[in-house]
């Protein structure tokens, strides 16, 4: 059956009571198409027969449907047409993993963030009815996201006005209602029934002529609902709230969004879903499933050597711990990944000082700072996508008042299959411009190690910023403190100046190395280790005059610290040939982290070539 739906017209014109059927088929292909290449599974898993049944009945894309951050939509792209490209996904030249307009009319929002939804689906609603348009708009938001407040900031706008709009929360871990039985879905059917609007509406009308009657009314409806509903708080925000019902179920979803379809104003209807329901391992640890490279398909296990070194994170979050049994100022704060931040680690072992704030970026700097007032030395560990959320807090809450809050930027720079909406290219150009910033970035894992104890000496702001993926086996160790501002010279020569930035160090190290073997051309490598305070001296000593300068940075050029490094050797004199390697003015497409930085120059035969054409 699901070889037959190569659009949202070939489901409509299935019957109802085949949709259980393709809703089986849909979650196999899934699990098995995902097993060799990885992905998004467990929410995807999660909104199989929610998906179906928008598709089902409405009219994508005429009818906007919105899904939050785009990991729960591996269903909405099979059922729009992009089925034969799913063995694709997040390959190098396949599909995106999250939704995209420019691959798909159906994608009417792109979203790799969380919590962006409601105020995205909200403006689509205020566009149409100013267009005087008859188009539903829905938008799908998990609960996780709802912890983020720019969804709150959307409840409480939207609430305000009467806009026709359908929010749907997609509730997989029943974290605000009770458990789903035959009478709440009953109760959603009643609620979302033609009947029970109409009577509604007679009953206003009536008791407006009637002196308090209407108030009192009100408090007796907002009583008898909040004993017998959880939606209260989305009540007292102006949406009509519906449910929670089952989301597995066609005979509660089918006729509760059909209703949903004729009411007027904001609605919200609360589904609950299981993540990763139809595969027991995902269902089981849904964490690990959430997002996940290859696996076996029989047992579920993934597919991981074990015969490479700890990755960066892992490096951090045990380093991190260690330093914090000897100091017990250290908290660390991550938003919603404690496992993808290695946090999980830190907690085992100090729990009572490692706080997850939900996927609330900006809160968790400010909250960071006030723990730096109190005495302590947080470390709010949050991807470098991530914090480009919190870059009003960086700036307003901590430098300004340049407290001690160190951030530890992880996934710096090309971060592979996620593609654009997670690579960290901004980090370096957004942190180095703010006073009283100390900003670091090691070559392998035991210089990470160095720079957290660093960071502790410290008496103002930090950002450290490393990769993804695993390190390259340098041996761990008793972490030394730097000496803050100074680069570190890994080779001598005279035929000009490399200087490399953390991730892209070692690739410069092998460039420099093959092309001295190779054409007896000696660069002298600089190791910067500093982004901000930037070592000038350093620099200019090991800068032969009128040579070249090669800046080679996993980030943006505009911005970046070549910019710097280029204007402080013109302003000294030197006039040679400068040469900047970093990411050019676009976002980069999605692949495996080697082919982005092939593609973008970025990786050790880019650098020698370039080296070689000095």
Known sequence: MLERIRGTADLKALYEDQLPELA???????????????????????????????????????????????????????????????????????????????????????????STSISAAYGMACGRDLSNEQSHVVAVIGDGALTGGMAFEALNHAGARNNRLLVILNDNEMSIAPNVGAMSSYLARIITGRPYAQAKDTARRLLEKLPGALDAAKRVEEHVKGMITPGTLFEEMGFRYIGPIDGHDFGHLLPTLSNCKSLEGPVILHTITKKGLGYSPAEEDPETWHGLGPYNLQTGKPHKRTDLPPSFTEVFADTLADLADDDDRIVAITAAMPAGTGLNRFARRHPERCFDVGIAEQHAVTFAGGLAVAGKRPFVAIYSTFMQRAY????????????????????????????????????????????????????????????????????????????????????????????VGASELLQGGDAGLVVAVGSRVMDAKQAVERLAASAQRDFALLNLRFVKPLDEVAILQHLPADKPLVVVEEGVASGGVGEAIGLLAYRSGWRGRFIHLAMPDAFPAHGSQAEILRDLGLDADAILRALRDC
């Not at 942190?431 to 000496?457: F, G, I, S, Y």
């Open 392 to 483: 009003d807090q960086i700036i307003h809450d901590i430098c300004i008042q340049n407290l001690p809050v160190t951030f530890c930027m992880d996934r710096a720079g090309i971060v592979g299959a996620d593609g654009a909406t997670h690579t960290g290219m901004f980090d370096i150009a957004f942190m180095r411009n703010l006073p009283n910033m100390t900003v670091m970035a090691p070559k392998d894992e035991r210089e990470l190690q160095d720079m957290l104890a660093t960071a502790l000496t410290i008496a103002g702001p930090v950002a450290i910023r490393y990769p993804r993926g695993n390190g390259y086996g340098a041996a761990l160790h008793k972490p030394a403190v730097l000496p």
């Open 24 to 114: 089986d088929e849909m979650r196999q292909y899934l699990i098995e198409t995902l097993a060799p290449i990885g992905g998004h599974l467990g929410a995807g898993l999660g909104v199989v027969e929610l998906t179906i049944a928008l598709h089902y009945l409405f009219d994508s894309p005429r009818d906007k449907i919105v899904w939050d951050v785009g990991h729960q939509a591996y269903p909405h792209k099979i059922l729009t047409g992009r089925l034969a490209g799913m063995p694709t996904i997040r390959q190098y030249g396949g599909l995106c993993g999250f939704t995209k307009r420019a691959e798909s009319e159906h994608d009417v929002f792109g979203a790799g963030h969380a």
